[in-house]
């Protein structure tokens, strides 16, 4: 059940798209901190990844973001997505194996990602609540 829901946090914390214009290309390292609000006591290490986002993915940082986000999540949609400066607000509903449904704020620049994402997941017959902080920076070329 803990493998099952780190797995779900990580597809929900990392699935936040941002604006094409203020994404760098490189080498980007990705950390996301979860917290089950069923478990109080269960507190998982912060999730850990890199992913380089070539010219192409920064164009289209939504799809790029989701290719590493959501592995195992199918069928994802943004259904809502309002920018404001540097600053985007979104929903997400995935229709795949969890049934993820997410709301997101994520800050960021050309060079880093700042934000919080609540999800809803079905696990193992039942729905699990996560609160998930996400940050990502650029550390260079790819």
Avoid at 37 to 43: I, K, L, M, N, V
Avoid at 74 to 89: A, F, I, M, P, R
Avoid at 90 to 110: E, L
Avoid at 130 to 138: E, I, K
Wanted: charged share 20%.
């Amino acid at each position: 059940m803990k493998a099952a829901l780190l797995r779900v946090a990580a597809l929900l914390a990392l699935s936040a798209p941002a604006m094409a214009a203020d994404i760098s290309p490189g080498l980007w390292e990705i950390t996301m901190e979860t917290r089950v609000a069923s478990a109080p006591g269960f507190a998982p290490a912060p999730f850990h990844l890199t992913q380089c986002f070539t010219a192409e993915d920064a164009r289209d940082p939504e799809k790029a973001i989701a290719r590493v986000a959501n592995p195992g999540a199918t069928d994802c949609t943004y259904t809502e997505k309002n920018y404001s400066g540097s600053t985007l607000d979104f929903a997400m509903q995935c229709a795949g194996t969890f049934a993820i449904q997410s709301r997101g704020h994520i800050s960021f620049s050309s060079d880093s990602m700042d934000g919080t994402i609540d999800s809803k997941a079905n696990v193992g017959g039942g729905v699990v609540d996560t609160q998930n902080r996400v940050s990502a920076r650029r550390v260079g070329g790819c």
